[in-house]
């Protein structure tokens, strides 16, 4: 969608207070809006859309306790090794066939 917004400025926001089970998402990310939307039609008691900024932003509200951070640490060389291991494995297997 071409919005006439520049990318710096097409953020993604979430709000939250530690007094409400709810917390506020704001994006103009595709990826999040799409899994937001879907997950909003599944659920309607847990999440809805509340707002369509009509340039490409939407706006919901999702219970708090089905939302998720992940920090993930940085992987060490071994699981890296592990991964790359694990490639070249499944790309020898499509050259056998």
């Given at each position: 969608m071409i919005t006439g917004i520049k990318k710096t400025h097409k953020t993604t926001e979430i709000f939250f207070d530690e007094a409400s089970d709810i917390l506020i998402i704001n994006t103009y990310n595709?990826?999040?809006?799409?899994?937001?939307?879907?997950?909003?039609?599944?659920?309607?008691?847990?999440?809805?859309?509340?707002?369509?900024?009509?340039v490409g932003g939407l706006s919901f509200e999702i219970r708090k306790d089905r939302f998720a951070f992940r920090i993930l640490p940085p992987p060490t060389d071994e699981r890296k090794a592990k991964a790359r291991a694990s490639a070249e494995a499944l790309n020898k297997g499509k050259k056998g066939n």
């Open positions: 595709t990826s999040l809006k799409n899994r937001l939307t879907a997950y909003a039609k599944e659920y309607p008691s847990l999440c809805r859309q509340t707002d369509d900024n009509e």
